[in-house]
């Protein structure tokens, strides 16, 4: 079979292309190197929804964040997945600052983005965010700066895309690709696929991609930012804190999450290794040291989790997001900060990219924008919630009990289309082991609830994938194999 | 909605849950235990090691074995429960919701509750350990479970962080089961644990205790392929030049327990700085009516001295019921009590003045292991009403002191007592 598209990479930025072009009556594939998708960048990121002034005005990541921003009104909407316009600071500690936050707003404002107000009334300021510095001389506040949860944005595109006749295949490292007579073959360590066209949404691997059909023309550098994420009701916070933007960076934020949590960062570091996502003591040490000049009274002490993500850097620092020389293969690149923000806006480039390659895109008569909301034990009230349990009983055992996730969620999460497979496919799809626990009570608990859905053994559930996993083998088993092992050796 | 009403709602079947429940039902009043697994015994029952119930029962036995003789005793007694039922809520005027998938949820009416939910360990996250996030990370008491109850081994060779009592415990276990245990390394200068798991767990089996030294990377992107320790200084900051490199596919964490609170914490009772809920003389929180013992009020070294909370916690309910207290006097009138010198916490936080002529049991643990000590308690007024020799004290062990405050002339208008563990004067002395 020949696909129409291939879509290589199951981030974010792959999915809701794949989410977008299943409007269209083409048969769309989504070709992914590891277990799971939202495995790179798109799990390990800030998921800030930036209102968009940050970026400079010849960037075309400007208009795209711009525009990409208004869209995820709409798409929060259809996809149901976790949205809020809370609203950013950047957050000014001295006089003369000022002024740049003032230049911000006014460019900003030129370019339609709404409500931007520097605020200099300190009372004011810290009403609107108490726990911020008394240090604080003026702000810049966005109101549609927003957050959204970027796993579970990528999940819900995914099966959206999905629902709408998507085909995802996962553990498809992509190893070759030729173009022959307007057809490219696909090779991946897990089979070939064929299609008339490719979009590389391949992140940090984008040029790699791009490099197999001889496209030379760009590099990306990881660019890794840890973050710490600090427990439930440890800290709360109304706003997304910015301190001072920085030539390469937006720098070290404070800001909450969507679940209630509080997290810090990232830094910026340029890796020379793909796939580095190593915390280190000394960042830590930075991010937290930055973190407290925002936010002095910051729960040090209720952290959960240290983890950091890479930032796809090319040296032009913009996106490249175009129709390249190889007729059929469209380079979405580079997809640093505002990506997450810009991410609907790039789908509908990549859509104007595919008219102009003369595909005919007609719309599905069956086409289907709207994702159902995952029903969740937190959202029921007591009512309903003994109905629930009445129709399934597995809504009564919960399994993870920082975050209250019945048995249900995870049997959800596992047979949702493009659905779990591993501890860590389950844990960012439904939570369970992301509260101050980590995974102590539960994680027997979901092994087993996998093992008995996926038919399959408890050696053979991992945590992410090959080579990541979590048992062994039965006690005794090792001990006695180690005997036999050493009698046959005499 | 399926309702209960009874006198006392028991949160947690463990070996504090079980005792208390037991102390209640044999008052003759209508309890009943809420348990959140499959069966009742809390943790106590992956805890297949011996020694326990040399206090309790004056014999040594495995944890499942001592545990059993309370479910016996429950059994026996014919006292309620609920299995794989999770309390999701409750509220100070002593109703608890729970869920569980035979029933949906579950309303219970009580008179008073006794919260027995145990504690959690400490996490890398908690602790935040730099490195990669590969699988083969466990906590200890998780890896237990896996071994003990699941049957299940989760690597072949180990280090251990962290000597706390799991985790020496777990470092013999697994050396049983035919795995490598490299090394446990503990930041602090001194064992965390207790003395005889020190000597019964490690130095038995040669596994290597690496004290004032703590890991400062985790290698492998996949599975764990090794750790990075180093030498801390004071500051518990990494000396640079000290790094040690060991190969391990599993890294256990047996780095501390948290007491279990947040039903506590969301049903509005006050929580003490390490974790617990504040509690009165009684064991009653600042909840009316609502009772802690065990391992969520304070993290014990033995089970025995769990089972004797309980049991306290038991009676102070069953009296509170019988009684209504008729005490709220005594509730206003309050003496507070501090935590002073190489105090870690003090328990209770409160004592009710009404209750003076009755024996106060305090309970604390020290911050640092400290040789020829005087134990301590000062008034506000600076005035020492009690003090006593110790020729050692440990931050892994419990102290118990078990005072008549009455007796000890504590002046009625004092308003708060700090327990403090201070050198002897004569050590003193010595060092001039």
Same mark, same amino acid.
């Given at each position: 079979m020949i696909y129409d598209v291939i879509i290589i990479g199951g981030g974010v930025t792959g999915c809701c292309i794949a989410r977008t072009l299943s409007k269209y009556d083409l048969n769309i594939c989504l070709l992914e190197k590891?277990?799971?998708?939202?495995?790179?960048t798109s799990k390990a990121n800030s998921g800030v929804i930036h209102a968009g002034y940050a970026s400079p005005r010849d960037y075309i990541k400007r208009q795209l964040a711009i525009r990409g921003n208004k869209l995820y009104t709409q798409a929060a909407e259809e996809l149901n997945f976790p949205f809020k316009r809370i609203g950013s600071f950047v957050v000014a500690l001295e006089d003369n600052q000022i002024k740049q936050l003032e230049e911000e707003r006014k460019k900003g404002i030129e370019d339609g983005i709404p409500g931007l107000e520097v605020i200099l009334n300190k009372e004011k300021i810290k009403k609107m965010? =108490?726990?911020? &510095?008394?240090?604080?001389?003026g702000v810049l506040h966005a109101p549609t700066g927003g957050l959204a949860s970027p796993y579970e944005l990528t999940f819900a595109l995914a099966e959206n895309a999905s629902m709408n006749g998507v085909k995802f295949f996962r553990n498809r490292r992509v190893v070759k690709i030729t173009h022959q007579e307007y057809v490219f073959t696909v090779r991946t360590l897990a089979g070939e696929f064929k299609s008339r066209n490719i979009i590389n949404a391949a992140g940090l691997y984008a040029a790699q991609i791009s490099r197999m059909l001889g496209l030379d023309y760009f590099s990306i550098t990881p660019r890794k930012g840890e973050y710490i994420l600090f427990d439930r009701n440890a800290i709360q916070l109304n706003k997304i804190l910015f301190p001072m933007p920085t030539k390469i960076s937006k720098g070290i934020l404070v800001c909450p999450t969507l679940h209630g949590n509080t997290f810090i960062g990232p830094n910026a570091q340029n890796i020379p290794d793909l796939e580095d996502i190593s915390t280190t003591t000394s960042g830590l040490k930075e991010i937290l040291e930055g973190a407290m000049k925002l936010v002095p009274s910051l729960p040090v002490r209720s952290s959960i989790r240290n983890f950091a993500g890479l930032r796809a850097v090319p040296e032009a620092y913009d996106f490249i997001i175009d129709n390249t020389d190889v007729y059929g293969f469209i380079n979405v690149a580079g997809?640093?900060?505002p990506g997450l923000t810009a991410t609907f806006a790039i789908a509908e480039k990549v859509v104007e990219f595919l008219e102009l390659l003369g595909e005919k895109l007609k719309v599905k008569e069956d086409y289907n924008p709207s994702r159902p909301k995952p029903e969740r034990f937190?959202?029921?009230t007591k009512e309903e919630l003994d109905k629930k349990i009445q129709e399934d009983p597995t809504w009564g055992r919960i399994i993870c009990r920082c975050e209250t996730i019945p048995e249900k969620e995870i049997i959800d999460a596992i047979h949702a =289309?493009?659905?779990?497979? &591993?501890v860590d496919g389950v844990k960012f799809r439904c939570r369970p082991g992301m509260g101050r626990c980590q995974g102590g009570f539960c994680r027997p608990r979901v092994i087993e609830i996998l093992s008995r859905e996926l038919k399959k053994s408890y050696e053979e559930i991992t945590k992410r994938g090959e080579d990541t996993n979590i048992l062994i083998g039965k006690t005794k088993d090792f001990l006695l194999n180690q005997k036999r092992e050493g009698s046959r050796g005499k | 909605m399926k309702k209960y009403e009874v006198d006392v709602v028991v949160i947690g079947g463990g070996s504090a849950g079980l005792a208390a429940a037991i102390v209640v039902k044999k008052a003759d009043l209508n309890v009943l235990i809420i348990e959140r697994d499959k069966e009742l015994g809390g943790i106590t029952l992956q805890c297949i090691h011996n020694g326990f119930g040399l206090h309790e029962f004056e014999e040594e036995l495995t944890g499942p074995e001592y545990v059993q003789k309370f479910i016996n005793e429950a059994r026996d007694l014919n006292i309620p429960y609920l299995l794989d039922t999770m309390v999701i809520e409750f509220t100070p005027n002593k109703t608890v919701y729970a869920v569980n998938n035979k029933e949906g949820l579950i309303e219970i009416n009580a008179n008073a509750i006794i919260l027995a939910m145990g504690c959690r360990e400490r996490t890398r996250g908690a602790i935040n350990i730099p490195g990669f996030r590969p699988s083969g990370i466990f906590t200890a008491g998780q890896a237990q479970r896996f071994v003990n109850i699941e049957g299940y081994l989760p690597g072949r060779t180990f280090v251990i962080l962290g000597s706390g009592d799991i985790g020496m415990i777990m470092a013999r276990r697994l050396t049983w089961e035919g795995c490598e245990v490299k090394a446990v390394v503990?930041?602090?200068?001194?064992?965390?644990?207790?003395i005889r798991n020190q000597v019964q767990c490690l130095e038995d089996y040669g596994i290597p205790l690496i004290t004032g030294y703590t890991i400062t990377k985790i290698h492998g992107k996949d599975r764990i392929k090794g750790v990075t320790i180093s030498k801390v200084d004071h500051n518990f900051d990494r000396i640079i030049g000290s790094d040690k490199f060991f190969e391990c596919d599993t890294l256990l964490l047996s780095v501390g327990l948290i007491p279990e609170n947040e039903l506590t914490r969301e049903s509005g009772a006050e929580i003490s700085q390490m974790g617990g809920p504040v509690v009165d003389n009684n064991l009653e929180t600042t909840i009316d009516g609502v009772f802690a013992c065990g391992n969520v009020l304070q993290v014990h070294d033995l089970v025995d001295l769990v089972t004797a909370e309980a049991k306290r916690a038991g009676l102070n309910a069953t009296e509170y019921i019988k009684e209504r207290y008729g005490k709220e006097i005594g509730k206003k009138l309050r003496i507070k009590c501090e935590a002073g010198e190489n105090v870690n916490y003090i328990k209770p936080d409160l004592i009710n003045k009404t209750d003076l002529l009755n024996d106060i049991i305090f309970t604390f643990r020290v911050k640092v292991p400290e040789r020829r000590i005087l134990i301590q308690i000062r008034d506000n007024k600076n005035k020492v009403i009690y003090k006593k020799k110790r020729r050692y004290v440990i931050p892994s062990e419990m102290i118990e002191l078990k005072l008549n405050l009455n007796k000890l002339n504590i002046d009625s208008d004092s308003t708060n007592l700090v327990v403090e563990v201070i050198p002897r004067p004569e050590v003193l002395i010595e060092k001039d």
């Open positions: 590891e277990t799971d998708i939202a495995s790179g965010e =108490p726990r911020l &510095t008394d240090e604080v001389v997809i640093l900060s937190k959202d029921f =289309p493009v659905g779990a497979t &591993t | 503990e930041i602090q200068p001194y064992v965390s644990g207790l």
